[in-house]
Nanobody, 121 residues
Framework: QVQLVESGGGLVQAGGSLRLSCAAS????????MGWYRQAPGKQRELVAT???????VYAGSVKGRFTISRDNAKNTVYLQMNSLKPEDTAVYYC???????????????WGQGTQVTVSS
């Protein structure tokens, strides 16, 4: 079962903006930290930004000042507003969440299926 569903990726020119969304299914609850990671071809997956339930944020140095992470706890949704995009931001972006399973009540790290972001120069 898919626990996290991402949307909002696409193709944009350098300097443009995109907004990613990630909604958690009802199969998970008590969501703690949520975040965005990305993986470019031939590279390891890297942290982009995370946000706690209380709203504390952490950003990778490469995106600080350009990207903004936010969340709506009532909707169990996390967003990533990406401005001033650069070609080096091209990657598959993955949503993550640390949450409890309604089926087992165990705490797990969940991942979305990924959404492609391509920035052309």
């Amino acid at each position: 079962q898919v626990q996290l569903v991402e949307s909002g990726g696409g193709l944009v020119q350098a300097g443009g903006s995109l907004r990613l969304s990630c909604a958690a299914s009802r199969n998970i609850f008590n969501i703690n930290a949520m975040g965005w990671y990305r993986q470019a071809p031939g590279k390891q997956r890297e942290l982009v930004a995370t946000i706690t339930r209380g709203g504390s944020t952490v950003y990778a140095g490469s995106v600080k000042g350009r990207f903004t992470i936010s969340r709506d706890n009532a909707k169990n949704t996390v967003y990533l507003q990406m401005n001033s995009l650069k070609p080096e931001d091209t990657a598959v972006y993955y949503c993550s969440a640390n949450a409890a399973s309604r089926a087992t009540f165990s705490i797990n790290d969940y991942w979305g299926q990924g959404t492609q972001v391509t920035v052309s120069s």
